[in-house]
């Protein structure tokens, strides 16, 4: 397994390329590909293995009995999904992973990563892996502040407010397509784009296709 793919990745930080085949050969990691809107993970799945996803985009997303669905996280390349899952004495998923585009994902079965903790570079590993479960669960914690928001209208300011403090400037690009989007602040997406025409209107953005520019009333720190 080729390790050149995987410089640069968060997971891997702080380990000498020369150990990470090693590692990965020995953990049993595999890699396989998806084609868009694939399931890789669904609901009450057991999973065993974390996702490393290193091309493409994948969604964790919950469907209720008709369908409809919410979605909670947006990962790109260098981000887990599933780890929480297969970290845990009780592997059977509560949500639903899928392949939002083309998708190349490496999978790392944990319980035999962890037979290898005693291994330094393994413990670098587990180390890096703790520390991205810590930034999963903050992007959680930004979903969940979005979508607490009464109005829809707050809850798009709170959307856009974290992705323009996410870039470091006013002018940044929206991740999601509109649908999305109104799938991300639990809004009927027909609502969400009367409401941007209207804050537009307002003189709070302004759009250009994914392209936006919040008329600030505050610096971006």
Not at 75 to 103: D, I, K
Not at 172 to 185: G, H, K, L
Request: aromatic share 8%; hydrophobic share 40%; net charge positive.
């Amino acid at each position: 397994m080729n390790h050149k793919n995987y410089e640069g990745l968060p997971l891997f930080r702080d380990m000498e390329e020369s150990r990470i085949r090693e590692i990965l050969l020995t953990a049993g990691c595999y890699i396989r590909n998806f084609k868009k809107g694939n399931y890789i993970y669904e609901e009450n799945e057991i999973i065993r293995s974390i996702g490393l996803i290193l091309s493409g985009h994948v969604y964790m997303i919950r469907e209720d009995l008709w369908g409809e669905k919410d979605i909670l996280v947006r990962m790109g390349r260098g981000e887990l999904f599933g780890e929480n899952f297969a970290c845990s004495p009780h592997p059977a998923s509560s949500v639903t992973f899928y392949a939002q585009e083309e998708a190349e994902v490496l999978f790392i079965p944990y319980d035999r990563l962890l037979r290898h903790a005693g291994d330094g570079d393994v413990l670098v590993f587990i180390k890096n892996l703790i520390a991205m479960m810590t930034s999963k669960s903050q992007e959680l914690m930004r979903k969940i502040n979005v979508i607490s928001r009464k109005s829809l209208r707050a809850k798009i300011q709170c959307f856009l407010s974290m992705e323009a403090e996410k870039a470091g400037s006013c002018d940044f690009t929206i991740p999601f397509s509109r649908e999305d989007m109104a799938e991300y602040v639990c809004a009927n997406r027909s609502a969400l784009s009367r409401e941007l025409r209207s804050m537009e209107k307002d003189g709070l953005i302004t759009l250009q296709g994914r392209k936006c520019h919040i008329l600030r009333k505050r610096k971006i720190k």
